[in-house]
Nanobody, 120 residues
Framework: QVQLVESGGGLVPAGTSLRLSCRAS????????MAWFRQTPGRERAFVGS????????YAETSVKDRFTVSRDPAHNTVVLEMNGLKPEDSGVYYC?????????????WGQGTQVTVSE
């Protein structure tokens, strides 16, 4: 069982930056894939980016890859989502998720989410 706890959300003006953290605990092998999703009212959770637990394979979804970066902080067992040049459409609840490997069908561990609100 993997436990995930997100932090770092908040209300910020457009054009600024936020750093979201996902602290992971439990039995996590190097094959695990850690991901960030965003959910807005009335929509399904949308994939934002991911990284392997061993720190390789960082990937951000096309629409945000020029502004968002996914990384891992091994000293703190944390996965980080750095968001720069925030836009109002980036607002939503950001969830951290984990699955055992690239070939796992679904993400089976989820955090409670952290709210990000970007004002005009």
């Amino acid at each position: 069982q993997v436990q995930l706890v997100e932090s770092g959300g908040g209300l910020v003006p457009a054009g600024t930056s936020l750093r979201l953290s996902c602290r992971a605990s439990g039995r996590i092998s190097s094959d695990y894939v850690m991901a960030w999703f965003r959910q807005t009212p009335g929509r399904e959770r949308a994939f934002v980016g991911s990284i392997r637990w061993n720190g390789i394979g960082a990937y951000a979804e096309t629409s945000v890859k020029d502004r968002f970066t996914v990384s891992r902080d091994p000293a703190h067992n944390t996965v980080v989502l750095e968001m720069n040049g925030l836009k109002p459409e980036d607002s939503g609840v950001y969830y951290c998720a984990a699955k055992p490997s690239l070939w796992s069908e679904r993400y089976d561990s989820w955090g409670q989410g952290t709210q990000v609100t970007v004002s005009e």
